[in-house]
């Protein structure tokens, strides 16, 4: 068939849909289909050089001007993508819009002038003569009733006849998710905060249904920006189903779209676009988690529908303080901690604390501003007074709202590592899994309390959630292995951490500790070094360098623990519960039980994992040990 050339007075046909380029409309069968802006205006490209390859560099000119801040490649492949949902068509086999790999993309369909037909559509009635029409009628209601009772009995599942012949849906069988950054595509860098922002929000109203496991945005942000395929992200993360979407605002209004993805075999699931003003944000992101849940046939307790229903009205001002205060703690987050980033570190915290008092200030019964504050006293030096004011704002936060999971997770921690109060720690911490059974910090930190009451088996239950939940998670205290004295396992596993880059200086000084309590001395002493330069301690390690040269292992130690003493007299914050360390390895109990005394007065977070922690393994039959065990209330 004649193909012809779209122009805006002329509609432009094919397969089952009409485009309308003068009202930037697409008509499935007469009916109007949803299709973002940008998507539209790649069909118009296509469809004005049908047939033809159009490169990739001619799309970015038309639609992402050369001053528009914005990740192109992804920004490309995103808008493909939703057109390829919206028409039926996939990158595997395209009816429509074919990839050609490094050079760009391709209209394939047959295009037909609006007043000709498709020849796949059915033809005009035809006239039939009386008695045919009788029969044929007889034939038609025969077939209706025969095909009404099929879908009564496929309706009920007669006999398992559904079950047996329409076996569920890939999408049913999705059991875990995990939600990609949402790009930003407002045009404005200034406002990736926003983007992050809502991908948080979709991420914890998701991670509420415990039907579902949601992986944490620690463990889905380095996905941000990246060239792997989503059945790659999905292998590395072991989820069934991907969320990915896009983030657009102007003014007081926000768009979302929103797309659901069996990882597996890279198929669009569902996909759908939602536009609010900004006070009715958080709204639209439990929508859309409802949405996803529909979709893919999740449980919902009651509970959970309540909590997924709500909408507590917000006050704009100090819900987009909050993001911009969570903006810049992801920042500090994502700094590694290393020599000269110390202080950059401090500079973001500072920015987030001004961001979460502003929203504090703009409203006073915003309970997120507190949570948020409670994040920054957490990382504060203990003379500032950070834990008892970070206690105090949690506290405020969940009088405020008592369903904040992440407020109870926060409180279990400081009950545990700063106020020693066992009971209360585990309360939270239990609390905090009920209401958010996704949330990865909770497990850690219940992870955490368990293996220092020495309840193993229960702690290595959560470790491996977290692991699940977030993978290569921060771990919130020594290598697990460490603890259970399978020092191989973790010294295998601070070595994948290392090779990753990741956590910093933490690997090393695990590993060193591993290496210690294997009695490999000297290396110990070399992977000691290593994290004491990292930290920023370079006079440190090199005295240590100094006395291992001149007396081998025990003058390393000892040039350590002198260094040390020496810089606390001058101020620096070395906890007293890594001089008691050094002085244990040294086998010099009495300053070991000194320090360790100061470490119980400075309420040193460390302490409540004496009782499993290898270190102090030649000081447990010391009666000094059994009297620290006593007071700091730990079971016996």
């Known amino acids: 068939m004649e193909e012809v050339r779209p122009t805006t007075a002329n509609p432009v046909r094919f397969g089952m849909f009409e485009v309308d380029l003068q009202a930037c409309e697409v008509r499935k069968r007469g009916i109007k289909i949803k299709l973002q ?73 047959s295009l037909y002038d609006h007043q000709k037909r498709d020849p796949s559509e059915p033809k005009e009635n035809v006239a039939v003569p009386a008695a045919a029409r009788f029969r044929s009628g007889r034939f038609v209601l025969a077939v209706t009733a025969v095909l009404a009772a099929a879908a009564a009995a496929l309706a009920l599942d ?20 995990a939600v990609l950054p949402l790009q930003n595509l407002s045009g404005d860098p200034n406002q990736e905060y926003f983007a992050d922002g809502m991908t948080d929000a979709l991420i914890t109203d998701l991670a509420q249904i415990g039907a579902l496991k949601v992986i944490s ?76 849940a529909t979709e893919i046939r999740a449980k919902l307790t009651p509970a959970e529908q309540t909590r997924l229903a709500e909408a507590r009205p917000v006050d704009l001002g100090a819900f987009e303080a909050y993001l911009q205060g969570n903006y810049h703690v992801s920042l ?91 009971a209360s720690s585990e309360g939270e911490f239990k609390l905090a899994i009920e209401l958010n059974p996704n949330l990865a910090d909770a497990h850690a930190g219940y992870w955490d309390f368990l293996d220092s009451m020495g309840r193993f088996d229960e702690g290595m239950r959560e470790y491996l959630r977290t692991e699940e939940l977030d993978p290569g998670h921060d771990p919130p205290q020594p290598n697990p292995f460490f603890t259970r004295r399978e020092f191989d396992k973790a010294i295998e596993m601070d070595r994948n951490d290392i090779a990753r880059h990741a956590f910093g200086p933490f690997p090393y000084w695990d590993m060193a500790e591993s290496y210690e309590a294997k009695g490999m001395h000297d290396e110990a002493v070399h992977e ?109």
């Open 37 to 109: 802006d940008q998507p539209f205006q790649i069909l118009r490209i296509l469809l004005e050089h049908a047939g033809e390859v159009v490169p990739r560099e001619i799309i970015q000119k038309r639609i992402w001007p050369a001053d528009t801040f914005v990740d192109f490649d992804h920004g490309l492949y995103n808008a493909i993508k939703r057109l390829r949902v919206a028409l039926g068509d996939t990158a595997e086999t395209p009816c429509y819009i074919e990839t050609l790999p490094k050079h760009g993309y391709r209209f394939v369909g």
């Open 158 to 177: 007669v006999w398992g006849i559904r079950s047996r012949f329409f076996p569920v849906t890939s999408s049913s069988a999705i059991h875990s998710l």
């Open 217 to 292: 945005r620690t463990s889905t942000a380095r996905y941000k920006k990246t060239d792997k395929s989503l059945p790659e992200i999905a292998r590395e993360l072991n989820v069934d189903g991907i969320v990915e979407g896009t983030v657009q605002r102007s003014g007081e209004r926000v768009r979302i779209t929103a797309q659901l993805i069996h990882a597996p075999t890279d198929k669009h699931l569902w996909a759908s676009s939602y536009e609010r003003d900004m006070r009715d944000v958080l709204s639209m992101e439990r929508e859309i988690a409802e949405g996803i």
């Open 332 to 422: 500090a987050q994502g700094m590694e901690y290393h020599n000269g980033q110390q202080a950059r570190i401090r500079s973001e915290l500072g920015v987030a604390r001004d961001f979460f008092d502003m929203a504090r200030s703009k409203d006073p019964n915003y309970a997120p501003a507190y949570l948020g504050l409670a994040r920054i006293w957490t990382e504060v030096p203990l003379a500032e007074g950070g834990p008892q004011k970070a206690r105090e704002a949690l506290q405020k936060a969940l009088q405020l709202d008592p369903s904040l999971a992440e407020a109870h997770c926060g409180l279990g921690n400081l009950e545990h590592l700063r106020f020693w109060n066992w």
């Open 528 to 636: 000691w070094e290593i994290a004491l330069r990292m930290l920023g301690y370079e006079d440190i390690a090199n005295a240590m360098a100094r006395g291992f040269k001149a007396k081998g292992w025990k003058g390393a130690l000892k040039a350590w623990a002198r260094e040390m003493e020496v810089a606390r007299e001058h101020g620096e914050n070395i906890p007293s519960f890594v001089l008691a360390s050094v002085y244990t390895f040294l086998g010099d109990r009495d300053h070991a039980f000194g320090w360790l005394d100061k470490a119980y007065q400075e309420r040193d977070p460390a302490l409540p994992g004496v009782k499993v922690d290898p270190t102090w393994d030649n000081l447990r039959p010391d009666p000094r040990f059994q009297d620290l065990v006593r007071r700091l209330g730990l079971p016996q």
